[in-house]
């Protein structure tokens, strides 16, 4: 049976991403019953883009010489490699992150087929920071790689400039970050309920401050979690937990009467999942206030804002929430209308399929 006109005329997108599995083709079925790629990707099917995944590395020789070749080489080979035959075939290539372009980048670079010719568009967390302050030979590899690049995909507005220092601002599409608001939902915790809660375990988290504020606040408790010996000597009110599951990180936000994101000010948006699954889960949130978070923040409607690096200014705008309890069913009952109407994966994805659909 031949494939509907629909399909048939959708824009052929191979990934180059890490995942567990993504369905496509004749095999397409509803989202209940995928296996996602990472921020949900696979979305990109609902939204008129035929995307074709790479299998993810499963043998044990195959994983242990694609490992000792990207540790050797520091470029992530494997998938670009086996890409190569369906490359051929695509009318546009999607990169998910930033490694996953290199070889691509470097392959067009050198007018080496097929990556020469299909369209290149890369979602870009961490290259504007790096941009800003990496080393001068960082720069200049990620700008040769960005020169072989056709769009990138970034989560904020503010980046732009920062490409735009390499010359590459005409590049930039911004498009809303997401998350899974059918996964992150409001509802009664199965838990003990937590005053303050906090996660994360990337470079963004400025616990540092946190801990200031713990200090100011003795009357208050707060749960981290994060890595063991992230924070080294928490004051007596912080009980610090490590990573959870993917269940539980949902429980604890539910559980907890304030969920803060305190972060550094990065060139990226860094904290933006843990903001908006807490607000998913309609609970009152308040995250650093920072260019690249802008976006995302509501100050007093859908979400609170804490100051950079102001222990005093965070210890303030925590003791006002905990206080009040009103505000924060308030503030999360707006957050939660704030996530369904523009923070959601598939909203992610219809702003990416329109750019696919535009270098396609």
């Known amino acids: 049976m031949s494939a509907p006109a629909s399909e048939a005329l959708a824009p052929r997108v191979l990934g180059l991403f890490d995942h567990e599995g993504v369905r496509r083709g004749q095999d397409r079925q509803p989202v209940s019953g995928r296996v996602s790629g990472p921020y949900r990707v696979d979305l990109l099917m609902d939204e008129g883009i035929d995307l074709v995944p790479l299998a993810p590395a499963t043998g044990r020789l195959h994983r242990k010489l694609r490992d000792v070749v ?9 998938l670009a490699l086996r890409g190569l035959p369906r490359a051929a075939r695509a009318d546009a290539v999607l990169c998910m992150l930033e490694d996953k ?27 504007a920071e790096e941009i800003l302050h990496g080393s001068p030979e960082q720069r200049d590899r990620i700008a040769r790689t960005v020169a072989q690049v056709d769009r990138i ?16 601002a005409g590049k ?31 470079r963004g988290r400025d616990f540092e401050t946190l ?13 981290v979690f994060t890595q063991p010996g992230r924070i080294p000597s928490p004051p007596g ?59 995302y923040i509501d100050d007093g409607r859908t979400n609170l804002a804490l100051p950079l690096h102001d222990a005093a200014g965070v210890a303030a705008v925590v003791r006002r929430a905990c206080a009040d309890a009103l505000l924060r069913s308030r503030i999360g009952e707006e957050a939660r ?18 750019v696919l659909r535009g270098i396609a």
């Not at 995909?153 to 590459?168: D, M, P």
């Not at 992150?184 to 994360?200: D, F, H, K, L, S």
């Not at 209308?337 to 329109?354: H, K």
Request: net charge neutral.
């Open 70 to 78: 990207e540790h050797r080489t520091g470029v992530r080979v494997d």
């Open 211 to 223: 801990m200031a504020a713990a200090r100011l606040t003795p009357e208050i408790r707060y749960d």
């Open 237 to 295: 009110n912080v009980t610090l937990h490590p990573p959870t599951s993917m269940e539980d990180h949902r429980e604890n936000l539910r559980a907890a009467d304030l969920v803060v994101v305190p972060t550094h000010d990065l060139a990226y948006p860094t904290g933006q999942s843990v903001l908006l699954e807490a607000m998913a889960c309609g609970r009152c949130t308040a995250v650093t206030r920072t260019a690249a978070m802008d976006e």
């Open 101 to 127: 372009a290199v070889l691509p980048a470097a392959l067009r670079r050198r007018r080496i087929p097929p990556y020469r010719s299909a369209p290149l568009a890369v979602v870009s967390c961490w290259w």
């Open 337 to 354: 209308a704030e996530v369904e109407e523009r923070f959601t994966f598939r909203g992610t994805w219809r702003a990416a399929a329109a």
């Open 172 to 202: 930039v599409v911004p498009i809303p970050f997401g998350v899974d608001e059918e996964w992150y939902t409001p509802a009664a915790p199965r838990r003990a309920r937590m005053q303050v809660a906090a996660m994360g375990i990337d």
């Open 153 to 168: 995909l970034v989560f904020s507005r503010n980046q732009v400039e920062a490409f735009g220092t390499i010359g590459a």
